[in-house]
């Protein structure tokens, strides 16, 4: 089993940079794809970005392609998601997944076993 817990959430400025970090525990970090989606009320969850398990490839939805920043530190097991120029529609739950194996992209949520409780975001305008 994986264990995700998410961190950085809360109020941010329209225009102003979102910062969220995700901790994996249990098993081995080292082969975890990991990523991000979000969901707004009223909405459905919605895939942001994944970052490969090597650390080199990321896929990004376009909602925030050019403005995101997708990481990993494999010596803390800890993801990590910037998104610069943030905008109202940005708000909503941000919800840390994972999952092993070969399938790549991954963009919907079946699509990962493991999930992270959520944090929210809110944007003020």
């Known amino acids: 089993q994986v264990q995700l817990v998410e961190s950085g959430g809360g109020l941010v400025q329209a225009g102003g940079s979102l910062r969220l970090s995700c901790i994996a525990s249990?098993?081995?970090?080292?082969?975890?794809?990991m990523a991000w989606f979000r969901q707004a009320p009223g909405k459905e969850r919605e895939f942001v970005a994944a970052i490969r398990w090597t650390g080199d490839i990321i896929d990004s939805s376009d909602s925030v392609k050019g403005r995101l920043t997708l990481s990993r530190l494999i010596a803390k097991n800890t993801e990590y998601l910037q998104i610069n120029n943030v905008k109202p529609e940005d708000a909503g739950v941000y919800y840390c997944a994972a999952a092993y194996g070969s399938k790549w992209p991954r963009r919907a949520a079946d699509d990962y076993n493991y999930w992270g409780q959520g944090t929210q975001v809110t944007v003020a305008s």
């Open positions: 249990g098993r081995t970090f080292s082969h975890l794809d």
